[in-house]
């Protein structure tokens, strides 16, 4: 029988066991370039990654192509789950740049704009005289 995952919860997450040895490996790795260049900042981010692509893998899980990891002012972080990297959507006083493709226009931008959030942020600075673009 399997086990019921009451959607009301004040948490999304739940703890998972790992044997000490394997913490180690992902701490070791965080310590890399090539993490920080994946977007890996967190234990949980490597973990998240692997469980995901090991269901999908299986069958179990299908997965959008593009996966917000993290946003602030100067922008977001977008897993894109197809290139195997990261794109950094900058939000600047001149525009949009995603660092990934290095262009204003791209798919990682059009994710970006979709975010509630970040269209808030976009109206107020829009508002300051940043020339930034509508949805």
Sequence with gaps: ??????????????????????????????QTPEAKRMGFLHMTDIVTEAVREFL???GYYSMPRFELINH??????????????????QIKPKGIW???CEKDECEHIDIALKQPDVQEFIAKKRKEGWELPNE
């Excluded at 997450?13 to 913490?23: C, I, K, N, S, W």
């Excluded at 602030?72 to 897993?79: P, R, S, V, Y």
Aim: aromatic residues 6%.
């Design 1 to 30: 029988m399997a086990t019921e995952y009451p959607e009301k919860t004040a948490s999304k997450h739940a703890t998972v066991r790992l044997p000490r040895e394997m913490l180690r490996a992902i701490d070791d790795f965080l």
């Design 56 to 58: 999908k893998e299986q």
């Design 72 to 89: 602030d002012e100067n922008g977001l972080k977008i897993w894109d789950r197809q290139l195997r990297r990261v794109a950094d959507v």
């Design 98 to 100: 995603c660092t990934l």
